[in-house]
Each structure stands twice: as structure tokens, then as C-alpha cells.
């Protein structure tokens, strides 16, 4: 298996960055899913200005960089080196925001503040064993907390831990990480093993045009 770091810092120089402003005309905004202007917001998360909230797996930092700039204190995650350095050009000097390198169990088990809320977006909850992941996350959440991710849902067929292939040149292989792949009625039965109450599970379909992939949004609570 790819190391990791390696991985999203492949991923990370294929990916391209955010726009300077969406098309309300926001410089910042929270998007849950893999299209542009398309889904709900920060709102998932129920937070209000002064809650800590990590996003697991922050990437270039766009989601974490919008809530700092509504009030919220947000701490963003991510392994690839590459992935922070371009969070950080753009969104450093944010105020409210914080940006670590670490891996998602290790820093939640690290914390002795804890979180309103943690989420994910196509992130360390879609690369994380669950079974580890669920726990650790739930024992960072202040009573009352919520947790929230997004994902693509899975093939028909395909369950529990993948394969998830990251490309690179034409020569190369492609690097391989794992993904762990669920039905929404077994991510609500993982949840609610672990713990969570009120747990919610939605397949949001894709906007108007070609593309029909949806996106698998999931949230709890404890």
C-alpha cells in the first residue's frame, strides 16, 4: 500500500484550487460535495460562532478557512505536506484558524480540548478504518457534538475496505490507498454501534447535466 503522505500529495498537484469567489460571489463558503455551487452548507454542522470544529482531512483548507471567517474556531488536518502548504498561502493568515499536519485517529487521540463538531469531506472519514476512526472521533465530541462527512456513495457490490486508486503519469502505476465503502443503512448501524444518536444518512443526487454520481452525506450526533 502507497504511504499515505505520498498519496495526497499526488492527489493534492491534480486537484485544481478553489476559485477566488463562488457564484453568489462569496471569497469563502462550505461545499459538501464533489460539484461546484451545489449542495447545503455549514448548516449540517450546527455551530455557532466560538465552537472548535476539526475538519478531518482539510486539504487545501477552503471548508476549515470558511468557518474561521464566520466566527468558528476551526482545526484542519491533513498528512500531505503539499496539501497544507497550499491551505496555509492562502488561507494562513486567517484568524481562528489552525492548520496541523497529523493523522486523523493519532491527532484526535492527541486532543484535550475537544470538538462541537468534527467532519469530513471526501476525506479522512472515507480513507480511515471506521472501527478505529468512529471511537476516537466520538471521545473528542462534547456532549452534544455532531459528526458529519461526505463521500461518494459506493458501487453496488463494492463494501467494507477498497481500493482507491490515485494516477499518475502515463509510465507510472497509480498509487493505492484504502477506502472504506458503505451502504448508508450500514453506516447508520456503524454509528449507532459506536455510540452516536440521531443518526442521518442522504444520498444527494448530483446537479442537472451528465454527471449522475451523488453524493453520500452522513450525520450524528452524541
Known amino acids: ?36 455551487d451545489h449542495g447545503p452548507g455549514v448548516e449540517l454542522l450546527q455551530v455557532t460562532p466560538g465552537a472548535r470544529v476539526l475538519d478531518l482531512g482539510c486539504g487545501k483548507g477552503g471548508n476549515a ?26 488561507w ?3 484568524p481562528g484558524l489552525e492548520l496541523h499536519r497529523a493523522e486523523a485517529v493519532r491527532f484526535l487521540r492527541g486532543d484535550h480540548e475537544g470538538f462541537d463538531a468534527v467532519f469530513s469531506v471526501y476525506g479522512a472519514a ?16 462534547r456532549p452534544g457534538g455532531r459528526f458529519a462527512f461526505s463521500q461518494r ?6 463494501y467494507g475496505c477498497q481500493a482507491s486508486y490515485i494516477p499518475r503519469g502515463d509510465d507510472e502505476d497509480p498509487l493505492v490507498v484504502k477506502r472504506w465503502d458503505y451502504e448508508p443503512a450500514d453506516w447508520e448501524t456503524l454509528l449507532k454501534e459506536h455510540g452516536y444518536t440521531d443518526v442521518e444518512t442522504t444520498v444527494l443526487p448530483a446537479p442537472p447535466g451528465n454527471r449522475t454520481t451523488g453524493t453520500l452525506i452522513v450525520r450524528a450526533a452524541t
Open 1 to 36: 500500500m502507497t504511504d499515505t503522505a505520498i498519496a495526497w500529495d499526488t492527489y493534492s498537484r491534480q486537484r485544481p484550487e478553489r476559485r477566488p469567489v463562488n457564484a453568489r460571489g462569496e471569497t469563502t463558503w462550505f461545499n459538501w460535495t464533489q460539484y461546484a
Open 65 to 90: 478557512a470558511h468557518l474561521a471567517s464566520v466566527g468558528v474556531r476551526a482545526v484542519g488536518v491533513d498528512v500531505s505536506p503539499k496539501q497544507l502548504a497550499a491551505a496555509r498561502e492562502r
Open 126 to 141: 472515507w480513507f480511515t478504518d471506521p472501527e478505529q476512526l468512529l471511537p476516537a472521533v466520538r471521545e473528542r465530541l
Open 153 to 158: 456513495p459506493p458501487v453496488e457490490g463494492c
Open 92 to 94: 494562513g493568515q486567517t
